[in-house]
Every structure is written in structure tokens, then in C-alpha cells.
């Protein structure tokens, strides 16, 4: 299974749309990515799109967490969105769901 | 190439040209092989060949130029084969290494499970590849306590391994402080946040078994929920817990949570290889676990976990993607 990437950005906000897996063998391109986008200064904000991702394993995990970390040295927000349920459990179960999931009301 | 090669060469070729016989042609097949153990190139053979030619009658002119033309091309074979053969040896250096490095992560890793009177105790640990990115620990404290530890380091093989070691390491020197589940996934947290790669992360849970009152307290670092089997009811609940996995966010505190279990209540601790299962073109849903731990609720501790193993291995059609670690902890 692949993992399509496509992005929009705007004055310095940048939103990806996944589609697919994010796995040991599709992870490489999110992760070279999404460390890109945080640490160029230009970039404020980062949005993630996970409505079409059916699967994430620990290591796709692992790349949100070290995006996040990056986000605490260069001020970046992160934040990811329309997750499946599946995908949801996960974010939930290892702690990264209050992190990265912006409550209701703040901006998406 | 020796004079002694290209003799055999010369045999091989005057004698087939003769009769075209088929142990002829298993001679060179033999002496093929026996030209690649001594790293004879391919231009080698072709100038061979060409030599062996000329010895055995005139050679047309054309057919001797054409030789200049297979030699350059065996030059890039040759150069390709050099290339792979340097790539083999050092893929069999790294096995060797990962072979030991299998070896010394299995010291990591408790031989011999805790022995408490009326609690049974069963384990199964299957890692995906050599080397696994699961991690368990017992440690018995007292006459009536014991501690138990399961966990996932992100990925597997050589960072995982890596990894493994702090926590072992972390775990031991934390140990003679019977520190309460909760702080001991605050203070590992604190370690693993500090120096593992920010890409990875160790799910785990942590708990204290009093034998001698059944009450398993416990705490959870983003973990994968295990079950509670209530013999009364006959019905499995899940080993609920909430915290964040170790080395996301420095400070993360952690609630624990206490179970008393009754005569025939069990607890199984777990990895997500256990509940992360594709059968076809799904993943197994844990009811669906549930009905299979169902069938097993009187057997035995290790025999529960051997058997649901058989049995995912199975339905999986003997896939095991990721590593596979569950443990039973059962009052009798």
C-alpha cells in the first residue's frame, strides 16, 4: 500500500492530505516532509489531513512525535485533523491525541 | 590464469567439439564453479577461450576481433560481480554482528518466570524479525510481591535493541527503589525522553502483583489496553489505562489503577502484534480476540498464551508482521 501526499499552502500555513498507509516502508516521505515544513522559519502552521489514512504503526507515530518535538524549538504549530477511528485509538491510546488534535473553538 | 586451468579448459572444449557428449558440458558446469571459488573473471574466461581456440586449429580473423568485443563487455560484468561480491562479504559481516547483537539481547530478557503459590504465569515473546522490539520484566521483590513490565519500542531491530538496554539498565537501578507503578513511568520517561531518537517512543505498562491479597496495581504509558477475565461473570473487560507512551513529553505523569482478582481471574498483559492481526484483508477486532480467548479460559496460563498464538499464526495464514508478546498473570 502507498502513501499519497498532497499539500496546499498558504501565507505560511501548510495543509497535507494522506492518503493511505503510513507504515515502516511509506513513512521516509512523510517524515522527510513534514521535518522539512517545521523547521523552514517561513512556516507558522502545519495541518494534517488524516481522513483517508486507514493505517498508521508505531512508526508513523514516531514521525508526529519528532515533528512535534522540532515544533517546540522553531514555534511551529502541528496539529492533525478527520481522524479515523482507527487512526483516532491510536493517537488516543499512546497520549498524542490532546497534543496534536486542536480542541473545538481553536483554529483548524 | 594458470596454465593448468587453461589445459582443462583446452580438454573440455577438444572433447566436446568431438562428440558433443552431455558429461562434457557437466565437466564445464564443475569447472565453472570451480573457476568462480578461485575469483577467475569472466574477461578472463573469454580470453580462455579464445587462447583455447587458437591452439585448436585456425581461427577465422573475424571470429578472433570478435573476441575484443565479448572481452570489453565481460569487463562490465566482471567489474558487476567484483561490486557484488565486496556487497556479500559485507552482508555476511552484518549478520554476524546482528547475530551477536540477537544474542545479547536475549540477556536482556528474563529466562525463567517469577513462582508465587496459587498465582499461574504464562508468557509467550515471538519476535517479527532476529531482533525484537518487545520488552518484558519480572522482578520478583519479595516473599508475596513481584513486579511485571511489558513493552513496545517503536520499530524493530538495532534502535530498538538499543533501546532495550537503557530500559533493562533503567529498570534495574530503579528496582531496589520499589517505587510505585506510576513513579516508575515517571522516572523512566525521564530517562527514555532524554536520550532516545526523537522519532521513537516505548509504550509500556507497569505493575505490582500482591500475591498474598491478589491486587495488581498498576500504570499505563500509551500502551495497548490488555484484559481482565472475571471467572464469575465469565467475561472478559478491558485492563483499562490512560497515559502518555515514554519519551513524547518530558514531566508526563501517570494514574495508576488496582485490581483485586478472585479465584480464577486473570489479567493478560499485551503488545500490539496481538491485537494489530490482519486476516486477509482486515484487522481482527478485539471481540473477535475475545471470542477466541473465550475457548481458552480453563486452560493454563502458558497454555492460553501458546494457544492463542497457534491460533492468530493461523488465521493470519503464518504472517507474524510485528513482534508478539502477551503475558498471563492468572489466580488460581
Redesign the interface.
Known amino acids: 500500500m502507498e502513501l499519497m501526499i498532497r499539500e496546499n499552502s498558504q501565507d505560511g500555513q501548510h495543509l497535507l492530505y494522506l492518503e493511505g498507509e503510513i507504515d515502516a516502508y511509506t513513512v521516509s516521505k512523510l517524515r522527510d516532509l513534514l521535518l522539512c515544513l517545521v523547521n523552514r522559519p517561513e512556516v507558522k502552521r502545519v495541518a494534517v489531513d488524516l481522513s483517508a489514512v486507514e493505517y498508521i504503526d508505531s512508526t508513523g507515530i514516531g514521525t508526529f512525535v519528532a515533528a512535534m518535538k522540532a515544533c517546540k524549538q522553531t514555534g511551529c504549530e502541528l496539529a492533525v485533523q478527520n481522524l479515523s477511528p482507527r487512526v483516532e485509538r491510536l493517537f488516543r491510546i499512546t497520549g498524542l491525541y490532546e497534543r496534536m488534535v486542536p480542541h473545538k473553538g481553536e483554529s483548524e | 590464469m594458470s596454465q593448468e586451468n587453461e589445459d582443462i579448459y583446452t580438454r573440455i572444449v577438444r572433447d566436446y567439439l568431438k562428440g558433443k557428449r552431455e558429461d562434457q558440458l557437466y565437466l564445464a558446469q564443475q569447472l565453472g564453479k570451480w573457476l568462480l571459488s578461485r575469483n577467475i573473471s569472466p574477461e578472463e574466461v573469454t580470453d580462455m577461450h579464445a587462447n583455447v581456440l587458437e591452439h585448436l586449429g585456425d581461427v577465422p580473423e573475424f571470429i578472433q576481433d570478435s573476441f575484443q568485443i565479448l572481452t570489453e563487455i565481460m569487463i562490465e560484468y566482471g567489474n558487476a560481480y567484483r561490486s557484488f561480491d565486496s556487497w556479500r562479504s559485507r552482508h555476511q559481516q552484518l549478520q554476524a554482528e546482528i547475530a551477536i547483537a540477537t544474542a545479547m539481547q536475549q540477556t536482556l530478557l528474563p529466562e525463567t518466570l517469577p513462582q508465587y503459590p496459587n498465582v499461574d504465569i504464562g508468557m509467550i515473546s515471538i519476535p517479527a524479525k532476529e531482533m525484537s522490539g518487545d520488552f518484558y520484566h519480572f522482578l520478583c521483590e519479595s516473599k508475596s510481591e513481584f513486579t511485571v513490565a511489558i513493552a513496545?519500542i517503536?520499530?524493530k531491530g538495532i534502535p530498538a535493541a538499543m533501546c532495550m538496554s537503557m530500559l533493562r539498565y533503567a529498570m534495574d537501578s530503579l528496582g531496589e527503589m520499589k517505587l510505585a507503578p506510576g513513579n516508575m513511568l515517571r522516572h523512566l520517561n525521564s530517562v527514555v525522553e532524554r536520550n532516545i531518537?526523537?522519532?521513537?517512543?516505548v509504550?509500556m505498562q507497569f505493575g505490582r502483583y500482591n500475591t498474598a491479597q491478589h491486587v495488581f496495581r498498576y500504570a499505563t504509558?500509551?500502551?495497548?489496553?490488555g484484559f481482565l477475565y472475571r471467572a464469575r461473570e465469565n467475561r472478559f473487560f478491558d485492563l483499562e489505562g490512560?497515559?502518555?507512551?515514554l519519551?513524547?513529553?518530558a514531566g508526563?505523569e501517570y494514574e495508576e489503577r488496582e485490581i483485586y482478582l478472585e479465584p480464577g481471574d486473570f489479567l493478560i498483559l499485551l503488545t500490539?502484534g496481538v491485537t494489530?492481526r490482519k486476516i486477509g484483508r482486515y484487522?481482527i477486532q478485539r471481540e473477535e480476540l475475545v471470542s477466541l480467548l473465550e475457548e481458552e479460559t480453563s486452560a493454563s496460563a502458558q497454555e492460553m498464551a501458546n494457544h492463542l498464538y497457534r491460533r492468530l499464526l493461523l488465521l493470519s495464514q503464518f504472517e507474524l508482521p510485528?513482534d508478539y508478546t502477551m503475558i498471563v498473570l492468572r489466580r488460581t
Not at chain 2, 221 to 225: D, H, I, K, R
Open positions: 513496545d517503536t520499530g531518537d526523537p522519532c521513537m517512543f509504550t504509558a500509551g500502551q495497548e489496553p490512560c497515559g502518555t507512551a519519551g513524547i513529553a508526563s500490539d494489530e484487522y510485528d
